[in-house]
Nanobody
């Protein structure tokens, strides 16, 4: 399975971006997916996750009410709508495919990772 993330860029604080992550290869569509991010000098952290059917999601507290994860299984694509962006959201964002159908915060349960897309929020 290959994951291609796109949609990153430079945006001013308060602005919006929409990230996409398209999966190709031996995809079954029955896996949870997630987004993680890594800021310079920091560890990779969980942002949000969605189960395979799209009806269960998790968000880290710092993005609740601002970010929305969704998926289109017909397109093997997961999206991350990011609104009211803050400078502290600046990071490389990675999408990942879980080993299981459920949504999970546990980084160790993700088996495939994309290369990441850079999001920079200026103040």
């Amino acid at each position: 399975v290959q994951l291609q993330a796109s949609g990153g860029g430079l945006v001013q604080a308060g602005g919006s971006l929409r990230l996409s992550c398209a999966a190709s290869g031996r995809t079954s569509g029955n896996n949870g997916m997630g987004w993680f991010r890594q800021a310079p000098g920091k560890e990779r952290e969980f942002v949000t996750a969605i189960n395979w059917s799209g009806d269960n999601t998790y968000y880290t507290n710092s993005v609740k009410g601002r970010f929305t994860i969704s998926r289109d299984n017909a397109k093997n694509t997961v999206y991350l709508q990011m609104d009211n962006l803050k400078p502290e959201d600046t990071a490389v964002y990675y999408c990942a495919v879980s080993r299981f159908a459920s949504a999970t915060l546990n980084r160790a349960l993700y088996k495939y990772w994309g290369k990441g897309t850079l999001v920079t929020v200026s103040s």
